[in-house]
């Protein structure tokens, strides 16, 4: 009928990855019961984590941090959350105001030690 060459399955598997390199948003409990290294895949597929902390956030950051920071991930604390990102998934907290920023501390990756200047 026509001369076009055009492999569908080829265009559909190309978006399927495509698609795939966004990630999800992935919730879950921080509590010490998820292996870390279930984590540091999670992120590195692309996904962003949303961790509800129950416990001391540095004890149960501390086996991952590292390792997401290596990656360039980003980690903040955000009202009882632990919010990790990917690399090239930055977390904007310009909207927060110093006011209402209580909470919203970055995770240092050494000893997964809270800061006071919202950045991971």
């Given at each position: 009928m026509s001369d076009w060459d055009l492999d569908l399955r080829d265009a559909e598997a190309k978006m399927d990855e495509a698609f795939a390199s966004a990630g999800d948003v992935v919730?879950?409990?921080?509590?010490?019961?998820?292996?870390?290294?279930?984590?540091?895949?999670?992120v590195d597929y692309g996904n962003t984590l949303v961790l509800?902390?129950?416990?001391?956030?540095?004890?149960?950051?501390?086996?991952f941090a590292r390792d997401v920071k290596d990656m360039d991930g980003e980690l903040i604390h955000f009202r009882g959350f632990l919010v990790v990102t990917p690399p090239g998934v930055s977390i904007d907290?310009?909207?927060?105001?110093?006011?209402?920023?209580?909470?919203?501390?970055?995770?240092?990756?050494?000893d997964a030690a809270e800061t006071d200047d919202g950045e991971a």
């Open positions: 919730l879950g409990v921080l509590d010490g019961t998820t292996d870390p290294e279930e984590w540091v895949r999670s509800s902390i129950e416990g001391d956030l540095n004890e149960l950051a501390a086996p907290t310009d909207r927060l105001s110093d006011a209402g920023s209580e909470g919203n501390e970055g995770v240092e990756a050494d």
